[in-house]
């Protein structure tokens, strides 16, 4: 086979791949939100939920998480008389949102303590409720601040789609390793694969920054 014979199926497993960066990244940004300002609430039920989950999913492995979801949990639900299978995709967006909502989680938390005090003092004075500081004072300047670490999540769970192909979801990786297998021709097939996941991850960065320079313009505006 001519190794431009290898595009078609390469270009049909980036297609997964980008579907599965886009819904594990918006499932991970969610998340990362109610979790990270889960972590700073008042309530200790919610704020302890929130601890274990961040800890859980930051302190172990993802393939492990992926492979406990795919193979482990419908055992689980068996024992209990539920039909928990999940289908390849759902388990490979619930693996890699989960775990990257724990790292976002992080980054909100920061960004949100980072807000200068002084803002919540002014919030007070103007008679505003805690959850009025939160959503008009306190987000708009916490968030901007976030995009740079947000940015460098997308494209590291770009990069951690690549696990899935274990769990035999056809996407960039499990397609170039079925056409490796057939023709042997790995250093070709493994070159273009690095090419791929490179010139998606060139694209995600660069509409990650001009994300974050929509998000600059939407502070200065409110400012």
Excluded: C
Aim: aromatic content about 12%.
């Amino acid at each position: 086979m001519h190794w431009t014979e290898y595009f078609p199926a390469l270009m049909e497993g980036a297609w997964v791949t980008i579907q599965l960066t886009a819904y594990s990244t918006i499932l991970g940004a969610i998340l990362a939100f109610a979790f990270g300002l889960g972590k700073l609430s008042s309530n200790i039920a919610i704020k302890s939920i929130s601890v274990a989950y961040i800890e859980v999913f930051r302190g172990t492995s993802l393939l492990v998480q992926l492979f406990w979801l795919y193979f482990a949990l419908p055992i689980a639900g068996m024992a209990i008389g539920l039909d928990l299978r999940l289908p390849p995709v759902l388990a490979g967006v619930l693996a890699l949102g989960l775990n990257i909502g724990a790292y976002g989680a992080e980054v909100v938390r920061g960004a949100i303590q980072a807000v200068h005090k002084d803002q919540y003092e002014a919030a007070r004075a103007l008679n505003f409720t805690p959850r009025q500081a939160l959503w008009n004072i306190t987000i708009p300047q916490a968030v901007p601040e976030m995009m740079p670490s947000f940015g460098n999540l997308a494209v590291q769970n770009l990069k951690d789609t690549a696990l899935v192909s274990l769990i035999s979801l056809g996407d960039l990786t499990f397609r170039a390793e079925q056409i490796r297998n057939f023709t042997q021709d790995s250093t070709t097939i493994y070159s273009m694969l690095l090419l791929t996941y490179f010139g998606m991850a060139l694209v995600l960065t660069a509409l990650m920054r001009a994300l974050e320079a929509y998000v600059g313009r939407w502070r200065a505006v409110r400012s």
